[in-house]
């Protein structure tokens, strides 16, 4: 079994900041990569940031958010600076990673249950 457990959320003011850290647990061999993903009210998931061998930002987001990992601690975090009214979102983590599945191991996708992020305008 893998789990994803999300924190750092809750609401912040237009222009302030919130970390988001993600642990990934379990039978978990390796993490080819980690990534935030977010999905306000009425839209679609979107990818914000992902990070495996080099990082790769949402245009939205660029300049503002920044996604880092610790590999010995099977953690991403993802650092919010300056946020807007339209960053409100709840925030999922994704993991892409070699997991024990019965006897068996198999590269899956993992999904957290999501943190909310308010940024009331």
């Known amino acids: 079994q893998v789990q994803l457990v999300e924190s750092g959320g809750g609401l912040v003011q237009p222009g302030g900041s919130l970390r988001l850290s993600c642990v990934a647990s379990?039978?978990?061999?390796?993490?080819?990569?980690m990534g935030w993903y977010r999905q306000a009210p009425g839209k679609q998931r979107e990818l914000v940031a992902d990070i495996s061998g080099r990082t790769n930002y949402a245009d939205s987001v660029k300049g503002r958010f920044t996604i880092s990992r610790d590999n010995a601690k099977n953690t991403v975090y993802l650092q919010m600076n300056s946020l807007k009214p339209e960053d409100t979102a709840v925030y999922y983590c994704k993991i892409i990673g070699l997991v024990l599945v019965g006897t068996s191991s198999r590269y899956l996708e993992v999904w957290g249950q999501g943190t909310l992020v308010n940024v009331p305008s």
């Open positions: 379990g039978s978990i061999f390796s993490i080819s990569s």
